[in-house]
């Protein structure tokens, strides 16, 4: 039975980053800059610019 199979399943890391809100995932990636921000220096001058920039880049049209 799927229903039961899925219920035995343990949370994977990779769930529960999925789970994450966009606020939550710029917080856990303050530690390095989302891609095309990298040249602006947002880790060098303050995490909560960092943070600002990821959930900037998170919130943009994914490119495919």
């Known amino acids: 039975d799927y ?3 899925y219920e035995l399943k343990p949370v994977t890391n990779a769930d529960r980053t999925r789970s ?3 606020e939550e995932l710029a ?3 303050i530690w390095m800059c989302p891609p095309g921000y990298d040249e602006i220096g947002a880790c060098e001058v303050a995490k909560e610019r960092c943070y600002n920039c990821w959930l900037d880049w998170l919130k943009q049209e994914a490119i495919t």
Request: charged content about 55%.
């Open 20 to 22: 994450m809100t966009d």
């Open 27 to 29: 917080e856990f990636c």
């Open 3 to 5: 229903e039961r199979d």
